[in-house]
């Protein structure tokens, strides 16, 4: 064994010294390890509601809509769609729809909503929106009745049920005696849930054609919405369709579209790991209180070393050698809890939130390279520590240490 780790570490580890001075250094490991630990669950936590929040919203409105500066609507979209199936590549699926603001009474009482045609072969399924009840078919019943498929909240605060009968009222502008709002019945066939409880009290789904009878829009659509293939190359392709489709097409991604969530999700990453990172500052510098109180402990020891030849350097070498001892078990023992933690969250899912935060359960995304970022940061931070105690222990005169006391 090289004597240099030999010395250091029976400096630490040794039964027969002071006591004290391992209390201290196990408190010092203490530190390094909740502190990596904490950054790895805090940064797992920030990642995943990225992801949950992304693939969430994604589920509703697709990864990118494609819609017109003209305010009455999209016409000609099905060669716009083809323009976009032959120019750009990776497009998993593709289709218009109408969205417009609406009114829906059941037994008396009445909610504002968003209404949304789609196409009738569009899976809802498709993406984290799940159908919990009935079934996602929006084929017209007859000339008086069309399908609807509404959420789950706004199923529980109206009390409906599946094959439950509703009126839409289609508003378009402001109701007036000369304005009129056209009026629609309706049957439930299902009920869903996507994930994002403010979406699901408002947004509600039948097929497209009675939308645009509903709004008087003939053959215009809101919007055709499409997913791809590789959800990060989300604002990369929003730039290709951009550079296609000229006036009056208006493209944006989800990242545009929900702008609010996303810069929600960004401000909580962006101090985050600067804060958390702060903490292992601190206990990297805390190996810096432990080594110099390890120096004084053996400065006449150190007196003993150099006399039988050590240098300034190996002195140096023992001491830098003990505090990343302490910073690597530290480490280790940090990704540990913090990985270890994060997958018992993400399997058992113990920790509910409220529903302001879209999403039932704290989400977790564990990124390797992140894991291995964070510990190589560490040991940095606990290698600079080392060296102020290190390189007081290698100045010390070889005479006065053996005659300390």
Same mark, same amino acid.
């Given at each position: ?26 408190i010092s490991i203490l530190g390094i390890s909740l502190g990596v630990a904490t ?33 009455e609507g999209l016409s000609d979209y099905q060669n716009t769609i083809n323009i ?53 078919? $929006?084929?017209? /019943?007859?000339?008086?009745? #069309?399908?609807? =498929? +509404? *959420?789950?909240? @706004?199923?529980?605060? &109206? ?116 804060? $958390?990172?702060? /903490?292992?500052?601190?206990? #990297?510098?805390? =190996? +810096? *209180?432990?080594? @110099?109180?390890?120096? &004084? ?52 899912k113990f920790f509910k939130l409220p529903e302001q935060y879209y999403m039932k ?45």
């Amino acid at each position: 064994m090289n004597f240099k780790y030999f010395i250091s570490k029976r400096y630490l580890f040794s039964k027969k010294d002071s006591k004290f001075v391992s209390f201290i250094t196990y408190i010092s490991i203490l530190g390094i390890s909740l502190g990596v630990a904490t950054l790895i669950i805090a940064v797992s936590i920030l990642n995943g509601f990225e992801k949950e929040i992304r693939e969430k919203v994604s589920g509703l409105v697709s990864h990118i809509q494609i819609s017109s500066f003209k305010t009455e609507g999209l016409s000609d979209y099905q060669n716009t769609i083809n323009i976009v199936k032959e120019n750009i590549p990776g497009v998993k699926s593709i289709a218009p729809f109408v969205q417009k603001e609406a009114v829906i009474r059941f037994k008396g009482t009445i909610e504002g909503i968003m209404l949304k045609g789609i196409d009738g072969n569009t899976d809802l399924s498709s993406g984290r929106t799940k159908i919990i009840a009935g079934s996602q078919n $929006l084929n017209t /019943i007859d000339s008086t009745f #069309s399908r609807l =498929i +509404i *959420g789950d909240k @706004l199923a529980t605060k &109206l009390g409906i049920k599946i094959d439950d009968k509703v009126i839409v009222f289609g508003l378009k502008g402001i109701p007036s005696p000369v304005n009129q709002p056209k009026i629609k019945q309706f049957r439930i066939s299902g009920i869903y849930e996507s994930g994002l409880r403010e979406y699901d009290d408002l947004l509600i789904y039948t097929d497209i054609a009675t939308t645009q009878k509903l709004f008087n829009m003939d053959s215009l659509v809101t919007a055709v919405e499409l997913s791809i293939t590789d959800s990060e190359k989300i604002n990369e392709t929003t730039e290709e369709i951009r550079s296609i489709l000229r006036y009056p097409h208006y493209t944006r991604s989800l990242y545009q579209l929900y702008r609010e969530l996303f810069t929600w999700v960004a401000l909580q990453q962006a101090p985050t790991p600067i804060i $958390l990172g702060l /903490i292992i500052i601190v206990a #990297s510098f805390n =190996i +810096i *209180g432990t080594l @110099l109180m390890l120096v &004084l402990e053996k400065t006449q020891s150190i007196g003993i070393l150099k006399s039988i030849g050590c240098k300034n350097v190996d002195i140096m070498k023992i001491f830098i050698v003990d505090g990343m001892i302490i910073g690597v078990l530290g480490i280790i023992i940090g990704n540990i809890i913090g990985i270890g933690l994060s997958l018992l969250e993400l399997h058992f899912k113990f920790f509910k939130l409220p529903e302001q935060y879209y999403m039932k359960n704290v989400p977790i995304l564990l990124k390797p390279e992140l894991i291995i970022l964070i510990s190589a940061i560490t040991v940095v931070l606990i290698f600079f520590a080392t060296i102020i105690p290190a390189y007081i222990a290698s100045r010390f005169d070889p005479v006065k240490s053996i005659r300390f006391s």
